[in-house]
């Protein structure tokens, strides 16, 4: 049984980009966003990032916001690449400073994260990578990646760790670039409690099929938290789900039911150039009409039937959906 | 408005590729694949290549086949690739004998084309283009390209040629590689005959939105044909429309309903490991279900009125098709 | 005959991202920049945009500066894409009074480039596309791109407008997405001075080869302007020439002597978490290095007898490059 | 320290693809190949594919040409792709006769292979995965691989099976398709004699950095075979090395070194319309340049210098090839 549609509150920030570097719109505090939150229907999370959105000296203040507005948190994320102080890595930082504060930053989450009954961290290691060639030991640097890893998941394990991968963004590639690249590593750590914050539009960039990445993961039982948005293929555009791949998103949800993911579903949008209040509900109508398809009681025997009849169980879909 | 649904008698081909060269299904003569054509509702067109499919001799009793069967003849290509002799290109060939062939079939082409009643002529020019680096003079080539066609669309004003553009296959590097450079060479011809047969499929390699593209060509008169299938984006899959692609596919319809394209719509599958009815049978279910959506009489208002208000738009084409 | 290597005074911004918005370096004022650029060897020229960099009221001073530190003018741009005002686009908005006012801002660029001595003004419009599909009317925004250019050309014939194409950002896609596609409406407004600014990063990303849309580019007359820098193929990196491509630069320069390219070599460059002055002396030394390589009296004769001979061209470069 | 260069009977085939199903060149009959490939200078080892080209039956021949021509046998695959047969998948097959067959036919392989010296054999699964949506079981798919692998794995510690990744073909989509997913696979299987063989351009189709994937697959002691080839990013184009990606390759060859790699480098070519000997030929050249290059003694200090200072050390490898 899923927990419910959250969203992260960078979803309402001001659409900052490389060329319009204070964005397109307005910046929102906190307060601001959750209030726009707390508008949408059908959305019962909220998602922050430890320590700028809350740590120890606003936690008590945003615990009373969030039960003010009738929000639960459903994800929390540590900050370990949108400052200049991030630019030579975190985990995988040849600098073993760099190193301790992000183990230290992650183990601080972890126990805030437990105080709000939040059973995952993601860790999106977007600086973690290199620009150009030579400019890394990479061996050294998955050496410090597992063992940093290991090391913050040790500190206790009634919280995951969630390995958010992406190809690629701030570094021009990334580390932890695919969704059996983050397994590996996880893998690698030997600890039950380190897994994967899948971002679906991050495994369409990665040329993943989402579902195909997500049953393994459930496999093995290292899926701990869902990111959904979308995007045209090639960059990570956080566009609102649905508005490019249709049939994907739908095999997901389906996926998700059948292999029974328990984690949260959380939309992780950046709509530079649109209200942000839009974009949510774009999503959120298309979720849910795509769940209630997928939830219908003959949707399971349609795709049974059909599997492995090549473009027919396209069609399937398809009928069911929009009539014969 | 448009003249309906045809397919191409390769999609009943027999699957051959790189790996398994004799392809995964038997041999069917261009009778039984005609047979198969006829068998299925909603397609009254039927498209061939000369001069393998239909030539001089054989086009008597071609055309005595396709009546029999209650079928049109809905376009025409002119066989330039797909065998060896083509290596060297064709229009672009450095070699003056192989430029001749090329133009010269391409006429009789037009000639055969006139004969049936076929508009247009399709140009698909894979072999012109190179594998290597320094391999080709592309000023040269480009001038070849361009003063060929002319001299092929000279023939008969009657009978229009479409340049069916692809970024690369077989040559690793097409030069007609996008809408845009197919225009371009188009308008470099200064003749009016000569446009563009779209493959929407090559268009999505191309990173094009095919609406788009199908727009522009249309304001410059220049969109002569249309070729349906559908991919994961990074190469020619020739599957079946709306496997992949949804929102752009409603999308590409709307406009050219919109923009009066008045040509045919011909299925280009390529059916591997499919059965090419099954195929054929779910992307005719597809366009029937999203043409009579944007011919709805309030599909039109729908668009104008939430055009520029960002994923609105989106919303309201979901929320019309699914309900709200 | 080349006018030589310039730089773009961007290069030395503070390196601007939609994660690190305040980038990773501190900001230069223009002189700093001027001063920066001044020091680098091998470099004769600067580019800049209008208005922001330079303008009616700070002429004066800036060609007092830039005779100071011994640089010439080499490129400017019309700024149309940085600040929120353009997001509904310039040439092709729906609004009129935002392709008023890019059609001004355009014209006094041309007039300010000719006082300078300045051949060409970029027209690089990156607001000019759409976010998500039914955005809009793709049909009218390519006549308003056609009629809008052509107005501006019509300004004065001593001044050429560069379209410098690229197929997304900061619009997911942008209508100028290709080289071809710029041909195209270059061609369509029948003006002879609206060529293209070739990007050649751009150009990467839009899967073309540099050498081959340059060549074209030049058949056609309209290649007025040229922007280096390098990427992975998938997104604008902007990172240094020869960091990732290498032989495609060979080919590009070859042509571009062998055709007679008569306009400057500008380096594009956007070192997110680089020293600006490293990544130009890595450009610099490795244009510089295969300039050489092209300019052997026997590379000619080299590159015609082995052309059309498959792999043996790319070896025959190596083995000149590098010893048999 | 490496065993030598190697290169793939396969490259002396016909050249069949999808649109010219019977080649570009003539069958050659496996002495033939053999033939060619012993005069190729710098070349000592040949690959095979089991039982195709060597089997119980043809073993004690096969072993005779070998000698005959002074080659060592370098790597072997097993055949199960290019077939119908295989179309519903190998190893993970709903079908179990046929993951039967996968499992004894690598069994028989691995035994062949230690009967001729041979520490690896290759097993490329292209189709394992999905042409479309709702195709398949994906945990299932997944459970079948990690245990039809371990089984085969099983038979013998003393032979390694080396899982060749691919995004996509012969399947739309492959289950093993990146770097990542083949370590995570082979984790799975609990098994040391499970790794990896490492195709290089399938490494850059799926925007890997090769070097980076390798070093990791070392650090892990999962690297056992690696074919060398190029493309343009985008497709499986097994171009000669070097033609297309420079650096990547000579990062790549200094990794290898300096991690001490000790298998194979064979070249896995396909030259559909080009010489075999020839792009054979440019390849031992690229490759034999790039090694002398990270070879020099002070190779090593240059790397470590400049390491983590941004695009000098790309300055710097040019300028030890080039000159400064």
């Known amino acids: 049984m899923m927990k419910g549609l959250g969203v992260g509150v960078w979803t309402f920030g001001m659409g900052s980009e490389r060329y319009v570097s204070d964005g397109y719109k307005p910046y929102l505090t906190l307060e601001e966003r959750i209030a726009k939150v707390s508008t949408l229907k059908g959305i019962s999370g909220i998602e922050v990032t430890f320590p700028n959105d809350v740590n120890a000296d606003t936690a008590h203040k945003f615990r009373a916001l969030i039960n003010q ?29 760099r190193r301790e504060k992000a183990i230290s930053l992650t183990r601080a989450a972890m126990d805030m994260a437990a105080e709000f009954g939040v059973s995952n961290v993601s860790l999106w290691l977007g600086q973690d990578g290199f620009d150009y060639v030579f400019q890394d030991d990479y061996a050294a640097a998955w050496q410090r990646l597992v063992e940093g890893v290991r090391e913050a998941a040790n500190h206790r394990s009634d919280v995951t760790l969630g390995l958010e991968y992406k190809t690629s963004e701030p570094k021009m590639a990334c580390y932890i670039n695919s969704g059996g690249k983050a397994l590996a590593l996880a893998q690698a750590t030997g600890k039950a409690n380190v897994g994967i914050t899948l971002d679906v539009g991050h495994a369409i960039n990665a040329r993943e099929n989402p579902a195909e990445i997500a049953a393994v993961l459930l496999a093995e039982k290292r899926l701990f938290h869902i990111h959904l948005n979308d995007n045209y293929s090639w960059s990570d555009d956080d566009m609102p789900v649905g508005s490019v791949h249709f049939l994907q998103y739908v095999e997901l949800l389906y996926w998700l039911k059948k292999l029974n993911y328990a984690g949260w579903l959380s939309l992780d949008l950046y709509p530079y150039r649109d209200d942000p209040i839009e974009a949510c509900q774009t999503s959120i109508h298309f979720v849910s009409k795509m769940q209630n398809l997928v939830n219908q009681p003959n949707f399971d025997r349609l795709i049974e039937e059909n599997r492995a009849s090549g473009s027919r169980s396209v069609r399937a879909v398809y009928e069911l959906l929009l009539g014969e």
Chains 1, 2, 3, 4 share one sequence.
């Open 69 to 97: 507005y009738g929000l639960s948190l459903c994800g929390m994320g540590v900050e370990l690449v949108c400052d200049k102080e991030w630019q030579s890595g975190s985990f995988a930082s040849p600098d073993p400073r």
